[in-house]
């Protein structure tokens, strides 16, 4: 069984919105092979009906339906001086509900071989009777699913077919960016971005940008892609600030091609994210990436202030990831969710949702520089005096932390790091963050909880688990 | 846009003493550059641009590669004035001052001086009224 919801706006007082293109795409994106789609109106002012698209019975059903129910009638439903807790902008339209009673308000139709079973004359209308305004239907799709969509119902799903076309697109337009750019930001960024990585970040963004009733697929792929580009621009200026020489296995662009190329591209890569997320338009989406951005900065610079403390305390650690790592997650869900002109309610849910799996990654990318099995050498954090949650629990720990404590106070060759390491191993720091990215994970699921995301929920939910239990 | 009055105190949080070595004078002459804009505007879009111009110097673009921590001020200025335009301008505006800094940092990646950061950022509120 899949439920969703289908929204659409509507344009005039009384209209017939043929959703029967709709209804097959929900199918189709569903799997459902052979079962029923149920429609539910979540108005008293919107009726269901199956009949002919032909305009000039819409107009005789639009006259039906003024003369059994003319508007103006003299409704009791209209005297609000005889009505209790009445809204401020509650409507005249005791007409519309008494039409809404001669239509249905849920419909259930059949489909077979994986489509709509409907006539050659038939179509499925939301019947508008109290426009123009948003509104919303009920579906659930129940029957026989094909085996690879089951339990996937939206596009966002890890493997699925609308998910691997999401990514496509983030691909195609970063490819597209790159190949309007001068060669000498072009190349060093195109190497980065061709080196992989998670691409967690335009993830989040294609699926939150499902939430809103505006869902565009484009819009979403050039925002996201814009995001990656940010967050690829702040991994070029924090390599040189960290003196990494390598980055997804290939050499980081201050090493490559020295830091005066590395600070030039990571600026213009900075201004490039920044103008197209300005070009889409959408003031929201411009503010929420820009607030992003200014807490990363800020949190880099109190990174790098922090390594004369090394290895820090839980609060600063906090602080720091808060900025580095969760901001551009959490603008990612906001942004996504602003895009689609999400409820204000939905997107700081999503907001928070991404600042809590943005500490959590972080803090599992901790743990991933004491994991053999990662394919990342060992205690590069380490030596690079990065700050790491498992290190400053390791420092705390009665019986490690004092050799650690002096370990990271003096100078960090092979030996000392393979030792601090070793340290980290035997004590329960590693068990200790990964219980706390777990619950943080949790909480970040519970915010999902207040707001309706259909079936978005189980993706949100999956992708936040396991950006945690990873090794890489 | 907004008439709220601009705090500059608040704006230049974390980018302490930047005001006294430069931006102060840096922002009098872009304040001279607004001139075009609305009264209630111009601070705020002379307060950009000279956090841009400072952020771009900071970092020694076209120069030689600046230690991390004046490359870090100068990324929170970039991003400072991003948001201020963000928050502030209308989105021609945000695009010209974009391009502006695309400009000189492609300029600056191929070793080319490309002229000052100021008449290109004059040149960015010239075309983004």
């Known amino acids: 069984m899949i439920a969703q919801r289908l929204r659409f706006k509507t344009s005039s007082p009384t209209q017939f919105v043929d959703i029967t293109e709709q209804l097959r795409q929900e199918v189709r994106r569903s799997g459902l092979r052979m079962g029923r789609i149920h429609l539910q109106s979540l108005h008293t002012t919107v009726g269901l009906a199956v009949n002919e698209n032909e305009p000039l019975l819409l107009r005789d059903f639009e006259s039906l339906l003024e003369r059994l129910a003319p508007s103006g009638a003299g409704y009791e439903h209209d005297d609000f001086a005889r009505r209790f807790e009445i809204a401020l902008d509650e409507p005249v339209n005791g007409h519309a509900h008494c039409r809404q009673l001669l239509l249905t308000g849920f419909a259930t139709l059949l489909v077979e071989n994986g489509d709509l079973v409907l006539g050659r004359w038939q179509s499925v209308f939301a019947v508008e009777l109290d426009g123009p305004r948003q509104r919303e239907l009920a579906i659930q799709l129940d029957g026989e699913f094909e085996a690879e969509k089951v339990g996937q119902p939206l596009p966002g799903a890890k493997g699925s077919k609308a998910a691997k076309a999401d990514q496509e697109l983030v691909e195609l337009e970063l490819t597209r960016q790159l190949l309007a750019d001068p060669d000498p930001v072009a190349v060093p960024m195109r190497r980065l971005v061709e080196a992989g990585g998670k691409r967690l970040r335009p993830r989040l963004v294609q699926l939150t940008a499902h939430v809103g009733p505006r869902h565009d697929p484009l819009r979403a792929a050039a925002l996201a892609a814009a995001v990656e580009l940010l967050h690829n621009a702040t991994l070029i200026h924090d390599d040189y600030v960290d003196e990494s020489t390598h980055r997804r296995g290939r050499p980081t662009v201050a090493a490559a091609e020295g830091p005066e190329r590395a600070i030039a591209v990571g600026d213009f890569y900075f201004a490039k994210a920044t103008r197209l997320v300005a070009e889409m338009g959408n003031g929201d989406v411009t503010s929420t990436i820009a607030d992003a951005l200014e807490a990363i900065c800020a949190a880099q610079i109190d990174d790098v202030a922090l390594r004369g403390a090394y290895p820090g305390d839980h609060a600063s650690y906090l602080k720091v990831v808060r900025g580095k790592t969760a901001a551009l997650f959490a603008a990612s869900c906001a942004s996504g969710a602003q895009l689609s002109e999400a409820t204000p309610e939905e997107v700081e849910a999503l907001r928070r949702y991404g600042d809590l799996l943005g500490v959590a990654f972080q803090m599992a990318d901790d743990m991933v520089d004491f994991s053999p099995s990662s394919g990342k050498p060992v205690g590069l954090d380490i030596r690079q005096r990065v700050l790491s949650l498992p290190l400053i629990y390791a420092a705390e720990d009665k019986e490690v932390g004092p050799e650690v404590r002096r370990l990271l106070a003096g100078a960090l060759g092979d030996a000392e790091v393979s030792r601090v390491t070793e340290l980290v191993r035997s004590s329960d720091a590693l068990k200790r963050v990964g219980d706390e990215a777990r619950a943080l994970v949790e909480g970040a699921v519970r915010e999902l909880e207040a707001i309706e995301l259909d079936g978005l929920r189980p993706t949100l939910i999956g992708l936040a688990r396991s950006a945690v239990d990873r090794d890489s | ?129």
């Open chain 2, 1 to 129: 846009m907004t008439a709220q009055a601009l705090r500059i105190d608040r704006e230049l949080e974390r980018l302490d003493g930047l005001w006294e070595d430069g931006l102060q004078d840096t922002y009098k002459s872009y304040m001279d550059a607004v001139g075009a804009y609305e009264p209630a505007e111009r601070p705020r879009l002379a307060l950009a641009a000279a956090l841009i111009e400072s952020g771009l110097r900071l970092q020694g673009l076209g120069g030689r590669a600046v230690a991390a921590t004046p490359l870090l001020m100068g990324d929170l200025c970039l991003a400072r004035a991003s948001r201020l335009l963000a928050d502030h301008a209308s989105q021609s505006l945000q695009v010209a001052f974009a391009r502006a800094i695309e400009t000189m940092s492609a300029n600056a990646a191929s070793g080319d001086a490309g002229g000052p950061v100021r008449d290109f950022l004059v040149l960015a509120l010239e075309n983004g009224r």
